[in-house]
């Protein structure tokens, strides 16, 4: 560009400086050319009017003897050709020596003298010997008292005129040379001056639009270059403000897409994908980078979303739907909502998905609904069963007294375990609400798990079970609550005894190991299918629910053994196996040795 334009400019002053230099060198060699010759004919005829009127006066001069002397003379004064002639032509005498005409020429024919002899002022240019140079002739008549008594002729060898021309042009042809070298260079000057800014604005200009926003031109010229120079700048400031705060918003948007809990996708109107965040990418199964900048085709090929996408962009309207799409491990259901946007002009903009997840709360209205099931039917059982128990006594006045026991007792049973089942649910409930934090305190795990131990004793001795407590004597701190370690205790070991037939043996023992206290609960009882070992933490969940039922359980005992574990950042652990046994390991965390523990407040 810089090249383009000093060229350009500069290529135009130089030609207009030759052109000029030329023409006005041609227009002053003509005038000198023409004022040369003025001033030589003028000359001439002076001369030839001087000699004119001295013969005039003076007619008897041209017979004398000595006249070609003076004629002779004053041809070598004044460097001229002279002749002089009689009124009839022939002539008198010719200066320098040689140079008369022949003796056969009529003088009088020849233009110069024909206009001399009509009293004109005769003139002629010509050369007067073959091959000879070209003169400049002057004839005039020689008066006497108005007769014409002879003629005198001046001429001059236009050579000498060429030779000064020759001289003169060489001196022009200089002067006009210098004066355009000079004028060339002080022109390359001047361009440079005035291009070098622009060759720097331009420079500056192309890194501008090439994202280099910091990048200034800084001219500090008062004239209208320095203007323009001045303008961009300020302009690059605005734009370089305008964009960073652009950038700042952007970021702000996209860190606030990053962290919301819903999927966000936007698509544009040219229809590639122009964000996704990382909980769009997790729900849709897809990389969070990868699809941004990919036509929405590639991306969603197809499925509900797309369905919706597709809808919001042809219709207009807003979809708002209820869709399931296949995770990995669990389907996720989501809201979605896909709203095609409009720019102010009302052109389409893009379409804007939200993603709702529903999965959690949709799974929680599950449980809850099967919970409110699971409790009602584990309620209706006994209540059924006492009722018509009493139904049975009252009807049968006569009813054997044994019976009669025999039924109360059953009533009892039940009532029993309806008072377990509430026992259970309202510490699940306990658990749950958010408000109840347990307290936790300085626990002598040795001491809890003893009486623990204790309590069962007569239960499992009923049943014929071996049963051993094997724990230490002296006490052993934790930071925890007696009341949880208790029910975690009593449900391992009212499970261990209840799935042990008689004869097997059940085991309680305390330990310390590394930074931990181990607790055992070990039983020789019918043990668990591994397909099960899973699931049976879960509330209500038994392995046989017909036998479980006749052992007088609900399935609630291991779901808050589970919950109390985790709340005592104890590690609850179970190994079994069918026909041989099970065993149930929680290790508590042991206070550090530096006054700190590990169990979280
Ligand atoms: N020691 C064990 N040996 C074999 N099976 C067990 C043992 N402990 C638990 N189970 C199985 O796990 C199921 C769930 O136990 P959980 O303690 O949660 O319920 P439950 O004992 O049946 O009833 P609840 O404890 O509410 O009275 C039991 O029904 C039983 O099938
Ligand atoms: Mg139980």
């Known amino acids: 560009m810089r090249r383009s334009f000093f060229w350009k400019i500069y290529l135009s002053y130089a030609a207009l400086v030759v052109v000029s230099a030329t023409v006005i060198g041609a227009l002053v060699l003509g005038n ?13 005829a002076n001369n030839v009017r001087l000699i004119a009127a001295m013969e005039g006066a003076n007619p008897e001069h041209l017979w004398s003897p ?21 009124a009839n032509g022939r002539p008198i005498a010719a200066a320098p020596a040689g140079y008369v005409p022949d003796a056969g020429t009529d003088l009088l024919a020849q233009p110069e003298f024909a206009a001399a002899r009509r009293r004109e002022f005769g003139e002629h240019t010509r050369s007067l010997a073959p091959g000879g140079p070209p003169f400049l002739l002057i004839a005039m008549p020689i008066l006497h008292e108005y007769e014409i008594i002879g003629y005198v002729r001046a001429g001059l060898p236009l050579t000498t005129l060429a030779d000064r021309q020759d001289a003169l042009r ?28 622009l060759a720097r604005i331009s420079e500056v200009c ?24 001045d303008t961009i700048d300020r302009m690059a400031d605005e734009v370089q403000r305008r964009v960073a705060a652009e950038t700042r918003e ?27 965040n990382g909980v769009a990418a997790r729900l849709l199964g897809l990389d969070p980078e990868r699809p941004i900048g990919r036509p929405v085709d590639a991306v969603l090929p197809t499925g509900p979303v797309r369905d919706a996408y597709v809808e919001a962009r042809t219709t207009g309207r807003r979809v708002r739907r209820e869709v399931r799409l296949p995770g990995t491990g669990q389907d996720h259901i989501l809201h979605l909502d896909a709203t095609s946007l409009r720019d102010h002009d009302g052109g389409p903009f893009g379409v804007l998905i939200v993603l709702h997840d529903l999965t959690e709360i949709r799974r929680l209205e599950e449980v809850r609904r099967t919970f409110s099931a ?75 798990v003893r ?53 097997g043996s059940v085991t309680l023992t305390l330990a310390v190991e590394h930074d931990v206290a181990r607790v055992d609960v070990i039983d020789t009882g019918v043990g668990i299918p591994p397909e099960h070992q899973e699931r049976i933490f879960e509330r209500f969940y038994r392995v046989d629910p017909s036998r479980a039922r006749s052992a007088g359980g609900a399935g609630l005992g291991l779901s808050i053994v589970k919950h109390l ?34 169990a979280k407040e």
Do not use: W
């Open 32 to 44: 000198l050319r023409e004022g040369a010759l003025r001033e030589l004919r003028a000359n001439l």
């Open 66 to 86: 000595q006249l070609p002397r003076h004629l002779e003379e004053v041809a070598r004064d004044t460097g001229l050709h002279l002749l002089l002639a009689f």
């Open 170 to 197: 060489h001196r022009v042809l200089a002067g006009a040379s210098l004066n355009a070298l000079l004028a060339l260079g002080l022109g390359f000057l001047v361009a440079r001056h005035v291009t070098r800014p």
């Open 206 to 229: 192309r890194r501008l639009a090439s994202g280099r926003l910091d990048q200034r031109i800084r001219l500090r010229r008062q004239d209208e270059i320095g203007v323009v120079a």
């Open 250 to 276: 952007r970021q702000r948007l996209a860190a606030l897409l990053a962290v919301m809990a819903d999927g966000v996708v936007a698509v544009s109107a040219r229809e590639t994908v122009a964000y996704l």
């Open 374 to 448: 699971n409790v009602s039917h584990e309620l209706k059982t006994p209540l059924t069963a006492i009722g018509a128990l009493i139904d049975a006594l009252l009807e049968d006045e006569g009813m054997h007294a044994g019976t009669q026991r025999r039924f109360l007792r059953k009533i009892r049973d039940q009532n029993e375990r309806l008072v377990r089942l509430v026992h259970d649910l309202l510490i699940i409930s306990r658990l749950e609400s958010e408000e109840s934090v347990l307290a936790l305190e300085p626990v002598d795990l040795a001491a809890t």
């Open 451 to 503: 009486e623990c131990g204790h309590t069962f004793a007569e239960i499992a001795a009923q049943k014929r079970l071996t049963y051993q407590v094997d724990v230490p004597d002296q006490p052993l701190l934790i930071r925890g609550n007696t009341e949880a370690v208790s029910l975690i205790v009593n449900n391992l070991l009212h499970n261990a005894i209840n799935h042990t037939p008689e004869g």
């Open 565 to 598: 574990a985790q709340v005592l950042s104890a590690r609850l652990d179970l190994e079994s196996e069918v026909g041989h046994g099970t065993r149930f390991t929680v290790r508590f965390p042991l206070p550090r040795s530096d006054g700190t523990d590990d």
